[in-house]
């Protein structure tokens, strides 16, 4: 059973930039729910995705965007990026509705 | 606002010893209480968690405890092992709509448990 797994690992953008991170579930998950986490904070909530529809987001700007594609992969995309956006961002996978068990290594996203 | 607060940033303890991480708080709303420990360049994983209704939890060394009148949970390890050595998230839901995905996580307590 493999876990969650995340691309790239380390990112380094310019401010303004485009970004795009990509998140694999656990074998049989269906939902996916990203978070952020900036430097000496707790991950922080963006949104979930279940069954490639999102079902619930937190308080980030529409310029945080995400999809999951039909086989529960799962990408966060974030546009005209702040310095702010600087962080570690994390996504975790579930089946249906249940806690989150496991999340990903995360990938770590630097903005110049 | 914060509404999940860990107000311990770290915490050193000797093998073999208790470790005792503390919770805060202030949404009276949340029904479901979560531990995560992190390691080093890895993501959290799930420890052990507790619904509003019940005041104890154990599994194993782990042990949550929760005080609903006073908004507090506690994290109990016992005994403490080196491999225990990580970052302890302490996270809340409200079990709306039967999604438990939006957590919101204190900011941690870094245990360093000492051979």
């Known amino acids: 059973e493999t876990g969650v797994t995340q691309s790239p690992t380390h990112l380094i953008k310019t401010r303004g930039q485009q970004v795009t991170l990509r998140c694999s579930s656990q074998s049989g998950h269906n939902t996916v729910s990203w978070y952020q986490q900036a430097l000496g904070q707790g991950p922080q909530f963006i949104f979930q995705?279940?069954?490639?529809?999102?079902?619930g987001r937190g308080n980030f700007p529409p310029r945080f965007s995400g999809l999951q594609f039909p086989n529960y992969s799962s990408e966060l995309n974030v546009n005209a990026l702040e310095l702010d956006d600087s962080a570690l961002y994390l996504c975790?996978?579930?089946?249906?509705?249940?806690?989150?068990?496991?999340f990903g290594p995360g990938t770590r996203l630097t903005v110049t | 606002d914060q509404q999940v607060k860990q107000n311990s940033p770290s915490l050193s303890v000797q093998e073999g010893r208790i470790s005792i991480l503390n919770c805060d708080y202030t949404?009276?709303?949340?029904?479901?209480f979560l531990w995560y420990k992190k390691y080093p360049a890895e993501g959290p994983t799930f420890l052990i968690s507790i619904s509003s209704i019940k005041d104890k939890n154990e599994d194993g060394r782990f042990t949550v405890f929760l005080n609903k009148s006073a908004k507090h949970l506690s994290l109990h390890i016992v005994p403490s092992q080196p491999g225990d050595s990580a970052v302890y998230f302490c996270a809340a839901s409200v079990y709306y709509g039967g999604s438990q995905g939006n957590l919101i996580f204190g900011k941690g307590t870094k245990l360093s448990v000492k051979p």
């Open positions: 995705y279940y069954r490639e529809e999102e079902n």
């Open positions: 949404n009276s709303m949340f029904d479901y």
């Open positions: 975790a996978s579930s089946l249906g509705f249940g806690f989150l068990e496991h």
